[in-house]
């Protein structure tokens, strides 16, 4: 017995030490290697230059965001916002006559509550997600981030190596935001709350998040700066295509649709107040900073090159518009730099991240003469009423942007465009690139204005598109929201 009992004792011994091996080899291999002095400084120069991590051993900032880069990109953020409320909503509202300014005010309101509610649903999902298709291209994302599921303070390398990947949805919400909010400039004071609310909704599905997808998703058929399989290979570093084209040719889509206002030609429509309209243009054009030197996402010399153009650009457009007042009026109106101001912000916002500062120059030249063109002689000529101007300074814009993006776009302004558009960015004015920015624009502009027409049908037809004539003459601030900006004579 005693013998049994030793060689079940042994056996039990022998298995035992046997069946460590494995578990002490297994635990060997699941410990990470301690990271080196080197590591640590090779993260470290990544973080400062926004380069990619080293990938020897994990230190503290492989999973960890870039404290100034989020900093950055969190100011970019309430920036962008900043240009819609209350830098739009003042640029709108002292346009509009004293009756309809709180109609606008409650325009950007809604739609600020209205976008932020769908994009946290499954908006920033659609626009954002990979489409994982076999093609490696694709139209919209998945539903994977719906309900912001996933999105958290690590960074998402498709999007920003140095940045929470839930700061930059909240970043990409602001552009979101006041895109729709473009529309309502070509529709003021005679379209129903009720049915701008139901379009912007179904517009935000149909075009602006298949459209933010296509252009800057990660496997979106025109990220050409990112996506190797890009069917089409354009660049939009801002939005030109993605908010000022879709928002300008979806505005004169829906003002035809909605007639001209009461009066129309015949009486005054001036602006009811320029000082609004201006303190408005400053707080967009301070905002437009985050818009575009955001857009690099990250603190970094593309931010730094981004920010110096959209100064430029925005500046001698402000100057050169006016002075064309002044050689075709007699005089240079405050209107006039207001007005060239923001075209030139809407025309070098698709290319201020590729541009030099030369390059800069020439569309701030451009934004101030070709918007004023078809604001001052085009409208008249064909009739339409865009109210304030958003489909000749959007529209135009925006397409002339994307236009002179394929032109001007250079080397030494960015160096991603090398990653994967050596064969289209030549720096020279007729390198390939120009073809695919026309195919960028033709798409866009389709999506636009076949998305907004049919929309449009079915608003009318669901709600009805416009106020009855008794609630214009009156005015939609105290017809349609009960308040008064103004009280007393």
């Known amino acids: ?81 900043f240009m819609t409320l209350p830098g739009l909503a003042l640029f709108y509202g002292g346009l509009v006559r004293r009756k ?68 930059y949805s909240m970043y990409q919400l602001m552009f979101a935001i006041i895109t729709p909010a473009l529309i309502i400039g070509a529709i003021a004071e005679r379209m129903k709350y009720s049915a701008i609310l139901v379009f912007m909704t179904l517009w935000m599905f149909v075009v602006y998040f298949p459209l933010a997808h296509m252009v800057w998703g990660v496997d979106g058929m025109m990220n050409g700066v990112w996506n190797a399989k890009a069917p089409i290979h354009a660049i939009d570093f801002a939005g030109g295509t993605v908010v000022h084209m879709s928002s300008g040719w979806s505005a004169l889509i829906l003002c035809i649709f909605l007639g001209k206002r ?28 985050g818009f575009n030197a955001g857009s690099a996402v990250a603190a970094d010399v593309v931010a730094a090159n981004a920010f110096t153009t959209t100064t430029l650009a925005t500046a001698v457009a ?11 009026k007699g005089k240079p109106s405050v209107l006039g730099f207001c007005s060239g101001a923001v075209a030139g912000l809407v025309v070098i916002t698709p290319a201020c991240g590729f541009v030099t500062a030369k390059g800069s120059v020439l569309v701030g030249i451009a934004a101030g003469l070709i918007p004023w063109f078809f604001c001052y002689k085009v409208k008249s000529w064909f009739g339409y009423d865009d109210a304030l101007d958003t489909f000749g300074v959007h529209a135009i814009g925006g397409t002339l942007g994307a236009f002179l993006t394929g032109v001007l776009a250079r080397n ?17 004015f007729a390198q390939p690139l120009v073809f695919e920015q026309l195919k960028a624009i033709l798409v866009t502009f389709l999506l636009a204005t076949i998305g907004t027409a049919i929309i449009a049908s079915i608003v009318k037809a669901v709600v009805g598109l416009r106020v009855d004539e008794e609630v214009e003459t009156v005015g939609l601030d105290l017809a349609e929201h009960g308040e008064e900006g103004y009280h007393g004579a």
Not at 39 to 48: I, K, N, P, S, T
Request: with cysteine; proline share 6%; net charge negative.
């Open 412 to 428: 030494s302004a960015n160096p991603n465009l090398a990653t994967y558009l050596k064969d289209y960015v030549k720096d020279s």
């Open 100 to 167: 309809n300014v709180l109609s606008v005010l409650a325009q950007c309101l809604g739609i600020t509550g209205l976008v932020t509610i769908l994009w946290g649903l499954c908006g920033y999902s659609l626009a954002f997600h990979s489409g994982e298709t076999a093609s490696g291209w694709s139209f919209f994302g998945k539903l994977g981030w719906a309900f912001l599921n996933g999105v958290d303070s690590t960074p998402n390398p498709d999007y920003g190596g140095w940045v929470s990947h839930n700061v």
């Open 262 to 289: 009461l009066g129309f030609g015949k009486e005054n429509m001036a602006p009811h107040s320029m000082v609004l309209c201006m303190v408005g243009t400053g707080m967009l054009w301070v905002g437009w900073y």
């Open 318 to 328: 402000s100057f050169v518009w006016p002075m064309a007042e002044w050689i075709m």
């Open 1 to 81: 017995m005693k013998q049994l009992m030793k060689n079940i004792l042994l056996s039990l011994g022998l298995s035992a030490i046997f069946a460590s091996f494995p578990i002490t080899a297994g635990a060997a291999d699941s410990v990470p290697p301690k990271p080196s002095v080197e590591d640590r400084l090779a993260d470290l120069e990544a973080y400062v230059t926004n380069g990619a991590r080293q990938t020897n051993a994990p230190t503290a900032l492989a999973t960890s965001p870039g404290p100034g880069h989020n900093a950055w990109q969190m100011a970019s953020a309430a920036l962008v916002l």
